[in-house]
């Protein structure tokens, strides 16, 4: 009779707040500690057995489009899964759509970070339409007539999903259209017109390419007006309460988040408002692209906290010749490693949300700044952790029931969405350049005393004060310094010396790509004991 053995139990239920203690340092660290009872409150439902299926089933039974009745009527609509419904409502209530700009006060945005960090841990796919109404009220509010009447709707914390015209629903949420087919990057070759329909408003006509989570509310949209590129409001419902001229061509069949809409669009005439001044649309739609790009970090930490809770849990239980896979040598090496790269990741999520919790000089050039930097590489390392914690759990990390090819599949999106790698890059050399106090805000970042940090930071600073910052071949060299010097700051200062040490021994010392390969005398031990889940 078969019989099975050697087989962990289940993690679940596993309260994703109280099991991770580099998150409860980092809230408290950062200036949410209030924010600590509803953070281990939401933990507890999202780490539920229950809710973990939800992510499960999102996955398995993607979104359809419907495109006509069976009439022959447009519909343009996107059917889910209830589970994907059900995922909405939890983020929604939770308030991670919009809660700092709800209920502003200090640490908003790093208890809205930590809230997002969790979620993305169980569902990647609901994020996307929670961090695009997120990073679109700052934009919002550059139009105060559209302010008044949409952001009640969008700080409301209840997930509506009839589609409704705004005004009938309890709850808004925004979603965004850039990228079109002859251009994504380069915004300024976008064709979409929008012709002025003589009432303040505009009639738009054109495409995107991609347009993610196409039953959002609203879009904030790039057009060519008369005055060159500007940002719109489309609703998908017109004043008069007709469907507005949206017509979705056909979902993305995509790699991974495979429970989110992702869809072509054309526009034939489609009602939109225009936010902020006419003609400058990419400064106006930038502002989102700032905290949608604090979301790819956080989201792409929190993917690595999964990956890594996943392969600890399976170590500490699973036995392969006479010992726990986290008590052989070669493991814990592996293991720590992952350990450490997860919680740089997370050190410095954290610490570029609180940026956006203040105002002072110094934390608007570490947002200008370092926002794209921390997206480039957090982003990076994303499927490299995949990868890796997926091969602890051997064969079985291989088979969707684990979740970990889920997580393989998704870890690239982050670094690919809202500016790839290279214009990550670009736009840090471009930071550097206009942002006046950059490299004595980055100094006082990351001067710590530390000799081993000393000597890197050294040459990083000496690169930033001369010429060959310029250099664009070298922009992905320097940014790369730029964050693993942030990194190791964050962890000299405020993880044990285990961590800090092995961070600072690898990392700057210039280790491969691989994982397991910290120097001998680290100590292995006490770095995968911190990162346990508990
Ligand atoms: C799942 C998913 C969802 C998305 N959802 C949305 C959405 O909701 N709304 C939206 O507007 N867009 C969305 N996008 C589009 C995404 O933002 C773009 O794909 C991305 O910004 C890159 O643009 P592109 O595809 O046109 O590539 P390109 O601009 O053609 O770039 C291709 C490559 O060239 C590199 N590159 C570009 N310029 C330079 C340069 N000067 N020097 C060196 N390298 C350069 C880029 O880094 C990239 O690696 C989504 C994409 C994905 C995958």
């Given at each position: 009779?078969?019989?099975?053995?050697?087989?962990?139990?289940?993690?679940?239920?596993?309260?994703?707040f109280?099991?991770?203690?580099?998150?409860?340092?980092?809230?408290?660290?950062?200036?949410?500690?209030?924010?600590?009872?509803?953070?281990?409150?939401?933990?507890?439902t999202?780490?539920?057995?229950?809710?973990?299926?939800?992510?499960?089933?999102?996955?398995?039974?993607?979104?359809?489009?419907?495109?006509?009745?069976?009439?022959?009527?447009?519909?343009?609509e996107?059917?889910?899964?209830?589970?994907?419904?059900?995922?909405?409502?939890?983020?929604?209530?939770?308030?991670?759509h919009?809660?700092?700009?709800a209920?502003?006060?200090?640490?908003?945005?790093?208890?809205?970070?930590?809230?997002?960090?969790?979620?993305?841990?169980?569902?990647?796919?609901?994020?996307?339409?929670?961090?695009?109404?997120?990073?679109?009220v700052?934009?919002?509010?550059?139009?105060?007539?559209?302010a008044?009447?949409?952001?009640?709707?969008?700080?409301?914390?209840?997930?509506?999903?009839r589609?409704e015209p705004?005004?009938?629903?309890?709850?808004a949420?925004?979603?965004?259209?850039?990228t079109?087919n002859?251009?994504?990057?380069?915004?300024?070759?976008?064709?979409?017109?929008?012709?002025?329909?003589?009432?303040?408003?505009?009639?738009?006509?054109?495409?995107?390419?991609?347009?993610?989570?196409?039953m959002?509310?609203?879009?904030?949209?790039?057009?060519?007006?008369?005055?060159?590129?500007?940002?719109?409001?489309m609703p998908?419902?017109?004043?008069?309460?007709?469907?507005?001229?949206?017509?979705?061509?056909?979902?993305?069949?995509?790699?991974?988040?495979?429970?989110?809409?992702?869809?072509?669009?054309?526009?034939?005439?489609?009602?939109?408002w225009?936010?902020?001044?006419?003609?400058?649309?990419?400064?106006?739609?930038?502002?989102?692209?700032?905290?949608?790009?604090?979301?790819?970090?956080?989201?792409?930490?929190?993917?690595?906290?999964?990956?890594?809770?996943?392969?600890l849990?399976?170590?500490?239980?699973?036995t392969?010749?006479?010992?726990?896979?986290?008590?052989?040598?070669?493991?814990?090496n592996?293991?720590?490693?992952?350990?450490?790269?997860s919680?740089?990741?997370?050190?410095?999520?954290?610490?570029?949300?609180?940026?956006?919790?203040?105002?002072?000089?110094a934390?608007?050039?570490?947002?200008?700044?370092?926002?794209?930097?921390?997206?480039f590489?957090?982003?990076?390392?994303?499927p490299?952790v995949?990868?890796e914690?997926?091969?602890?759990?051997?064969?079985?990390?291989?088979?969707?029931?684990?979740?970990?090819?889920?997580l393989?599949r998704?870890?690239?999106?982050?670094?690919?969405?809202e500016?790839?790698?290279?214009?990550?890059?670009?736009?840090?050399?471009?930071?550097?350049?206009?942002?006046?106090?950059?490299?004595?805000?980055?100094?006082?970042?990351?001067d710590?005393?530390?000799?081993?940090?000393?000597?890197?930071?050294?040459?990083?600073?000496?690169?930033?004060?001369?010429?060959?910052?310029?250099?664009?071949?070298q922009?992905?060299?320097?940014t790369?310094?730029l964050?693993?010097?942030?990194?190791?700051?964050?962890?000299?200062?405020?993880?044990?010396?285990?961590?800090?040490d092995?961070f600072c021994?690898s990392?700057?010392?210039?280790?491969?790509?691989a994982?397991?390969?910290l120097?001998r005398?680290?100590?292995?031990?006490?770095?995968?004991?911190?990162a346990?889940?508990?």
């Amino acid at each position: 009779m078969f019989e099975v053995a050697n087989q962990p139990p289940p993690l679940e239920p596993c309260n994703l707040f109280s099991s991770d203690a580099v998150l409860g340092e980092a809230v408290k660290r950062e200036g949410a500690a209030w924010a600590e009872a509803a953070l281990g409150a939401l933990g507890e439902t999202l780490g539920r057995p229950e809710t973990v299926k939800l992510g499960f089933d999102a996955n398995r039974f993607p979104p359809q489009l419907k495109t006509f009745d069976r009439y022959g009527h447009r519909l343009d609509e996107v059917e889910f899964h209830p589970a994907w419904h059900d995922l909405m409502t939890i983020a929604v209530r939770a308030g991670l759509h919009s809660s700092p700009w709800a209920e502003p006060k200090a640490g908003a945005h790093v208890a809205r970070a930590a809230g997002t960090y969790m979620l993305t841990q169980v569902e990647s796919g609901v994020y996307c339409p929670i961090a695009m109404t997120y990073g679109a009220v700052p934009t919002l509010r550059q139009a105060p007539e559209i302010a008044d009447v949409w952001l009640p709707k969008i700080y409301a914390r209840e997930y509506d999903r009839r589609f409704e015209p705004a005004a009938r629903k309890s709850g808004a949420l925004i979603g965004m259209g850039m990228t079109e087919n002859q251009g994504g990057s380069d915004l300024r070759t976008n064709t979409t017109r929008a012709e002025p329909a003589g009432d303040g408003s505009f009639r738009l006509y054109g495409h995107k390419w991609f347009m993610s989570a196409p039953m959002c509310d609203a879009f904030l949209v790039l057009a060519q007006s008369p005055k060159g590129l500007s940002c719109f409001f489309m609703p998908r419902w017109t004043p008069d309460g007709a469907r507005n001229a949206i017509r979705i061509n056909r979902l993305k069949d995509k790699l991974g988040n495979k429970s989110n809409a992702s869809s072509e669009v054309e526009f034939h005439g489609a009602y939109a408002w225009l936010v902020g001044e006419e003609g400058r649309g990419i400064p106006t739609i930038i502002e989102m692209g700032n905290y949608t790009r604090l979301d790819c970090c956080i989201g792409s930490a929190g993917l690595m906290r999964q990956a890594v809770t996943q392969a600890l849990h399976h170590a500490r239980h699973r036995t392969a010749f006479q010992k726990k896979l986290i008590d052989q040598p070669l493991m814990s090496n592996v293991l720590a490693d992952l350990a450490i790269e997860s919680e740089a990741a997370a050190a410095l999520t954290f610490r570029l949300a609180r940026a956006y919790d203040e105002s002072d000089e110094a934390a608007l050039a570490i947002r200008r700044v370092v926002t794209p930097a921390a997206k480039f590489w957090i982003c990076k390392r994303a499927p490299m952790v995949a990868l890796e914690a997926m091969e602890v759990l051997g064969g079985s990390g291989y088979i969707e029931e684990s979740i970990m090819p889920r997580l393989y599949r998704e870890a690239p999106v982050n670094s690919i969405w809202e500016g790839s790698g290279n214009v990550m890059c670009l736009d840090v050399l471009r930071a550097i350049a206009r942002t006046p106090n950059a490299a004595d805000v980055l100094r006082a970042e990351i001067d710590r005393g530390d000799a081993r940090l000393g000597a890197f930071a050294g040459k990083l600073m000496d690169r930033l004060a001369s010429s060959q910052r310029n250099d664009e071949t070298q922009a992905r060299a320097l940014t790369r310094d730029l964050v693993l010097a942030l990194q190791a700051a964050l962890l000299l200062e405020h993880a044990p010396a285990a961590v800090a040490d092995a961070f600072c021994a690898s990392r700057l010392a210039g280790d491969g790509p691989a994982f397991g390969l910290l120097p001998r005398g680290s100590d292995l031990n006490a770095i995968t004991r911190r990162a346990m889940p508990n």
